[in-house]
């Protein structure tokens, strides 16, 4: 037939009955002798007969696929090992995870492969499918209002830490004499960080305003328009040079920023790739209702940050946490109870159906592989009923 062949070549015509369950079973039996290539004898058509069957096929190898992926983001986790241990002895000591790729499993499934029928394997896939959908899109919701909670915490603490460090820098002065600084501010500027010391100037000149406006009769409101006001949340650790940029310019040096590092990374509800982040805190004079105050919430949005928010009180501070701390582990045990149900429906899929055999999804992708080059050659014969041929 052609040149570079490793063994000589014949070449034949092949007559197949037109009826399909008799074809296909002859061309498995045939496949089964040895290899065969076949000539594509409609090469010139537009429409092949067996099309919507291979599309079926693809179909079912893009959910094969899909379930291995979830499998795969499994391994490792807390239920991982009971479904290794439900599965067969095999599937439990294989090092590769939890879906067995035995080194016989071509010829085991090749020989035992027969009972395999692709109505009930398309059947099964569909329905385990549609419900490992339902439930991701729930989990993917789950994770991402864990996630907010744990970035919620994660800038109450750092309020926690400030509002108790201004209260202690207040506290030690006044007890100091007058016009000597405190200690507590000046061991926080010794260490690289203001935030104690921002909180006291803060407060005093809010007080200083407050009073001075009071004499004049301003009243409340231009008090409040000149107070100090706070943008918190978390973004990504890689966009801080980037924000601290940007933010310089859209502010025009108006706004005192502070970083803090969270050390655990947070896991993306998307990709389920794990992302470093920082907590973020913006001072600028005005309130909350200014411009100012929206442009920058607008430019911590545009580089992935999330915006909570910044608590008035110590009090208020410890009530948010308490609270948030309940609903971490709610949501822990709503994942948790996720995985555990994902492991149980996907168990009979990680069993191994006969000893020296792959998992039953890995048989099912080799099945549909093999039912594909079936009919991906059944396109390739001529003909019309009664009978089919091809070179």
């Not at 008799?22 to 594509?40: I, M, N, S, T, Y």
């Not at 989990?139 to 108790?164: G, I, T, W």
């Not at 998307?270 to 442009?295: A, D, I, M, R």
């Not at 045990?333 to 899929?349: C, N, P, R, V, W």
């Amino acid at each position: 037939m052609s040149t570079l062949r490793s063994e000589p070549m014949v070449r034949g015509t092949i007559v197949l009955p037109s009826s399909l369950p008799v074809a296909h079973e002859l061309l498995e039996r045939l496949g089964r002798l040895g290899a065969v290539q076949f000539v594509d004898m409609q090469a010139a058509a537009l429409v092949r007969p067996y099309n919507n069957y291979i599309q079926r096929i693809e179909e079912m190898e893009r959910i094969i696929r899909f379930l291995q992926e979830e499998i795969r983001c499994l391994e490792g986790g807390p239920g991982a090992a009971a479904a290794a241990a439900a599965a067969a002895a095999a599937a439990a000591a294989a090092p590769q995870g939890l879906v067995v790729v035995a080194p016989d499993g071509e010829r085991s499934f090749l020989e035992n492969g027969q009972g395999y029928v692709l109505d009930k394997v398309e059947e099964a896939l569909n329905r385990l499918y549609g419900q490992f959908v339902l439930f991701k899109s729930n989990n993917s919701s789950l994770q991402s209002e864990k996630n907010a909670a744990l970035e919620e915490q994660c800038v109450l603490r750092v309020a926690l830490q400030q509002q108790q460090g201004g209260a202690a820098a207040a506290a030690a002065a006044a007890r100091a004499p007058p016009g000597s600084p405190p200690p507590e501010a000046l061991s926080d500027l010794e260490d690289g960080g203001a935030n104690s010391l921002l909180l006291q100037q803060q407060q005093q000149q809010q007080q200083q305003q407050r009073n001075s406006e009071e004499d004049l009769g301003l009243g409340r409101k231009a008090a409040a328009t000149a107070a100090v006001s706070a943008v918190a949340g978390v973004l990504p650790a890689a966009e801080i040079p980037r924000f601290q940029r940007t933010l310089f310019r859209a502010t025009r040096g108006n706004a005192f920023c502070f970083f803090q590092s969270i050390e655990l990374p947070f896991c993306d509800p998307k990709s389920g790739q794990e992302v470093q982040k920082s907590v973020f805190v913006v001072y600028h004079q005005g309130s909350t209702q200014s411009l100012l105050h929206e442009k920058i919430t607008k430019v911590s949005s545009v580089f992935g940050g999330c915006c909570y928010e910044w608590p008035l009180s110590l009090k208020q501070t410890q009530e948010r946490l308490d609270g948030l701390a309940d609903v971490i582990k709610d949501k822990e045990k709503a994942l948790a109870a996720y995985e555990h149900y994902f492991l149980g429906e996907i168990s009979t899929l990680l069993d191994v159906p006969r000893e020296g055999s792959s998992s039953l999804i890995e048989e099912w992708r080799m099945f549909c592989q093999k039912e594909k080059a079936i009919y991906a050659a059944l396109n390739c014969f001529e003909g019309k009923p009664p009978c089919l041929a091809s070179s």
